[in-house]
Structures are given as C-alpha cells and as structure tokens.
C-alpha cells in the first residue's frame, strides 16, 4: 500500500513537473510571437468587416420572387452605402485597435509566464 501511495506522489510529481515545462514553452512561444495564438489567430481573421458582400452574385437565385428580391436589395444597399459605410469603418477601427491591445496584453502576459517560469526551483 505505502509502494502505491509512493507511484501515486512520484507520477503527480512528474505531470507538474511537465506541465510546468510545457507552460515555460508556451510563454516563450507567444513572447516572441503572441500572434501564434489561436484566440489572437481568430481575431485577426474576423477584424476586419465587409460592408460590400455580393447579393446574387455570380449566380442569380432562381425564381422571378428571389431575383426581384435581390435586385430590391442590391438598390437599398446602394442607397444605404452613405450611411453604412462610415459605421463599418468605425466598427473597423474598433476591432484593430482591440486587436493591437489584446496582442499587447498576450505579449506582456506571456513575458510574465516566462520571468515567473524562471524564478521557479525546480
């Protein structure tokens, strides 16, 4: 019973232990390069906001309702663009800026992770 409970502490041991190094990589990684990420990943791909997706295009819907109704909203979007656009550039703007903070933020985090990995016995 005590050889069991002794495996037990020793296996314990050895999971922080490569848990600790794993996160000592981790932070190394992502101070040199926060992007590498995959929350920054997914941010960097959804930052930016398209205000012109085609309507009916290249292929038209099928049926004279569906194509009239594409053709009305292809005309609203038009007479829209004037007030619509200033406010995707705006919500544009936004996500950069929340973009650059947020890489900012992983980057200072990242060096912490690694300055606290280093002061750590082991």
């Known amino acids: 019973m005590d050889n069991l409970s002794d495996n037990i502490q020793q296996a314990a041991e050895m999971i922080e232990q490569t848990r600790q190094h794993v996160l000592a990589q981790q932070a190394a990684l992502f101070a040199t390069e926060p992007g590498k990420r995959p929350s920054i990943r997914k941010m960097e791909q959804s ?46 703007q936004f996500n950069q800026a929340t973009l650059q903070a947020i890489s900012a933020l992983a980057q200072e985090v990242a060096a912490l992770q690694m300055q606290q990995s280093k002061q750590k016995p082991d």
């Open 47 to 92: 930052v930016w906001v398209n205000s012109h997706q085609p309507i009916a295009w290249p292929d038209w819907p099928p049926g004279l309702a569906a194509k009239v109704k594409a053709a009305v909203q292809k005309v609203m979007r038009r007479a829209l663009q004037w007030y619509i656009d200033p406010i995707v550039q705006q919500q544009n």
